[in-house]
């Protein structure tokens, strides 16, 4: 049981270059979340899916396109890099009502 | 948004002693739960206490929750080297079906040796 995975681990984009970030979870979750965070900031929410085929913008939804096309996996695409993307991003999963369960985290740094 | 607001932002404490943070929110909830991030880590679960409950214990974390007043502590006992982490409140507000949960900015805890 791996629970929640994330690739990759770290990237360097340039401005303007476009990239994919896969989260995977094996438990089986309905409800999937992609958040960054800032240097000694808290959690804000990009995009959820509460379902397989099903999206919604969060918090911080402008530069980041996503699709869950299978249950287990939601994918996070940023079209054209800014340096204001660079930060750690992370996925999280959840059944309903109970805890989240956390990816390690991508680190993306945008040249 | 960020509704969720710890304090202190940070904190910093002898190994042994007690450490407390306390988080305040503004919606009423479902469950308000507490989590832990080592530094560039993932976050991970610590507890979940529900909206009627008042106090819940997981070995040496103690979380109360009031909701009158819409706050929340979380009190480390007898706090070791391993426990310096940030750690975060996050609620479930009431009737949201997505599930999302509110986040907090965070305490960031320093245990000094």
């Known amino acids: 049981n791996a629970g929640v995975t994330q690739t990759p681990k770290f990237r360097v984009l340039k401005t303007g270059q476009s990239m994919t970030l896969l989260c995977a979870q094996d438990m089986n979750h309905e409800y999937m979340y992609w958040y960054r965070q800032d240097p000694g900031m808290g959690l804000r929410l990009i995009h959820y899916?509460?379902?397989?085929?099903?999206?919604a913008k969060g918090e911080v939804p402008d530069g980041y396109n996503v699709s869950r096309l299978k249950k287990q996996n939601f994918l996070l695409g940023l079209e054209s890099a800014a340096p204001s993307q660079t930060s750690v991003y992370f996925c999280?999963?959840?059944?309903?009502?109970?805890?989240?369960?956390f990816g390690p985290g991508t680190r993306l740094t945008v040249l | 948004s960020q509704q969720g607001e710890e304090d202190p932002q940070a904190l910093s404490i002898q190994e042994g002693e007690n450490a407390t943070m306390n988080c305040s929110y503004k919606t009423s909830i479902n469950n308000l739960q507490w989590y832990r991030q080592n530094s560039g880590r993932g976050l991970v679960h610590l507890i979940l206490i529900r909206s009627n409950e008042r106090e819940k214990h997981s070995g040496r974390l103690r979380v109360t929750l009031d909701t009158s007043k819409k706050s929340s502590s979380l009190l480390i006992t007898a706090s070791r080297a391993a426990d310096t982490a940030s750690y975060f409140c996050?609620?479930?507000?009431?009737?949201?079906?997505?599930?999302?949960?509110?986040w907090g900015a965070g305490t960031k805890l320093i245990i000094k040796p």
């Open positions: 899916s509460v379902g397989e085929g099903t999206t």
């Open positions: 999280a999963s959840r059944l309903g009502w109970d805890e989240q369960f």
């Open positions: 996050a609620t479930d507000a009431w009737g949201d079906s997505n599930y999302q949960l509110i």
